[in-house]
């Protein structure tokens, strides 16, 4: 299974950041409506595919991005996993 998965974000300037930090990694990734589905602060959510979510998560939070939450396949399975960071100081 092809892991893929979107990263919500409490601000669009977050979401830019990602952008960057992915697409500078050489990851194939594209901004996109938030899906209804899922909630966020944000409108724009950041699609991503052909990596882990725990990878994507790990680069975030080294660049210091603020990530609402990530939604993604590729765990056990393909199953649909929510990998979440606690706000700074939490």
């Not at 996109?32 to 979510?53: H, K, N, Q, Y």
């Not at 998560?57 to 399975?77: F, K, M, P």
Request: with cysteine; glycine share 12%; aromatic share 4%.
């Amino acid at each position: 299974m092809n892991p893929q998965g979107v990263v919500l974000f409490h601000t669009s300037s977050s979401a830019f950041r990602a952008e960057k930090i992915l697409l500078r990694d050489g990851l194939r990734c594209k901004l996109i409506p938030t899906p209804r589905e899922m909630s966020s602060d944000c409108g724009i959510a950041l699609w991503f595919a052909g990596v882990r979510p725990d990878h994507v998560a790990g680069l975030l939070d080294s660049a210091n991005v603020e990530v609402a939450a990530i939604h993604g396949t590729g765990g056990t399975r393909g199953r649909v996993q929510r990998i979440s960071r606690p706000e700074n100081g939490s």
